[in-house]
Nanobody, 121 residues
Framework: QVQLVESGGGLVQPGGSLRLSCAAS??????????MGWYRQARGQRELVASI??????KYADSVKGRFTISRDNAKNTAYLQMNSLKPEDTAAYYC??????????????WGQGTQVTVSS
């Protein structure tokens, strides 16, 4: 079994920055994670914010291009989302998603529990 533990959310003023982290925790060794992504949900609709594949290629929602940066540390099975120039419309619950996780006693897709980001003055 794999658990994704998120951290880094909170309250920030417009124009500020936050860094989210998502670490995979497993009882056995994790061999590979094909894709790590961040989604956000506000008013019931979940949308992809950014994703990074095992080869390092990235995708971003148009609304965050140039402001958010996704990265991953394969040795730590961790994904990061650096969020700069935050706007009130970035307010949402942010969820990490790891796709095609392969490891000892682990395979499939996993979701984090979510972390709240609120951008307000």
């Amino acid at each position: 079994q794999v658990q994704l533990v998120e951290s880094g959310g909170g309250l920030v003023q417009p124009g500020g920055s936050l860094r989210l982290s998502c670490a995979a925790s497993a009882s056995g060794t994790i061999f590979s994670i094909r894709s790590m992504g961040w989604y956000r949900q506000a008013r019931g609709q979940r949308e992809l914010v950014a994703s990074i594949a095992s080869d390092g290629s990235t995708k971003y929602a148009d609304s965050v291009k140039g402001r958010f940066t996704i990265s991953r540390d394969n040795a730590k099975n961790t994904a990061y989302l650096q969020m700069n120039s935050l706007k009130p419309e970035d307010t949402a619950a942010y969820y990490c998603n790891f796709e095609e996780v392969l490891g000892v006693g682990a395979s499939g897709d996993y979701w984090g529990q979510g972390t709240q980001v609120t951008v307000s003055s």
